[in-house]
T-cell receptor, first 110, second 113 residues
Framework: GEDVEQSLFLSVREGDSSVINCTYT??????LYWYKQEPGAGLQLLTY?????DMKQDQRLTVLLNKKDKHLSLRIADTQTGDSAIYFC??????????FGPGTRLSVLP | ETGVTQSPTHLIKTRGQQVTLRCSSQ?????VSWYQQALGQGPQFIFQ???????GRGNFPPRFSGLQFPNYSSELNVNALELDDSALYLC????????????FGPGTRLTVT
């Protein structure tokens, strides 16, 4: 089955850029997603990218997709303390099965 | 516009019991998906309902079942609860089949003792 992997922890200083990485194994992805989860809360959709795109920018967020290496990244510019959360990447396979990674806990230090 | 709501917020059940969790979809959405999120892990897809029919299922046993009602709200039922069923159960709503823009509720925390 599909495996979606992420590094578990990332610490950055306030004002710096954060880059959260994700790798996946199945080449039949249609869309790839980034979600944010704050403590005790559900998941908030941040952005998503269609599998035939290389890059998508949305305000402070930049998503890069390397299909050859099956690598997805989320860059957050000018990271703020309010960005501290767990970030999940997720892979939509064949439009039918949604597979999440284990999540990356982002800590923003003042 | 009303977001996705879930009830109850927390629930404690005993092994072997049955539980029903509820979800109201966001206004205008006709699809509901359910996920199980164990502590420290990413959510795992249980199943999806579109216009009252099951429209896809993850790797969960038949004791996990669901319903969707004409107003597109949904229930998740779990029979014969096991200790490993302890988790946060999330529902997400979207428009149409598939998962393209899903909006999640806050979840129901189920503890099985």
């Amino acid at each position: 089955g599909e495996d979606v992997e992420q590094s578990l922890f990332l610490s950055v200083r306030e004002g710096d850029s954060s880059v959260i990485n994700c790798t996946y194994t199945d080449s039949s992805s249609t869309y790839l997603y980034w979600y944010k989860q704050e403590p005790g809360a559900g998941l908030q959709l941040l952005t998503y990218i269609f599998s035939n795109m290389d890059m998508k920018q949305d305000q402070r967020l930049t998503v890069l997709l390397n299909k050859k290496d099956k690598h997805l990244s989320l860059r957050i510019a000018d990271t703020q303390t309010g960005d501290s959360a767990i970030y999940f990447c997720a892979d939509l396979l064949y439009g039918q099965n949604f597979v999440f990674g284990p999540g990356t806990r982002l800590s923003v230090l003042p | 516009e009303t977001g996705v709501t879930q009830s109850p917020t927390h629930l404690i059940k005993t092994r072997g019991q049955q539980v029903t969790l509820r979800c109201s979809s966001q206004s205008g959405h006709n699809t509901v998906s359910w996920y199980q999120q164990a502590l420290g892990q990413g959510p795992q897809f249980i199943f999806q309902y579109y216009r009252e029919e099951e429209n896809g299922r993850g790797n969960f046993p038949p004791r996990f079942s669901g319903l969707q009602f004409p107003n597109y709200s949904s229930e998740l039922n779990v029979n014969a609860l096991e200790l490993d069923d302890s988790a946060l159960y999330l529902c997400a709503s979207s428009s149409g089949t598939g998962f393209y823009e899903q909006y999640f509720g806050p979840g129901t925390r189920l503890t099985v003792t």
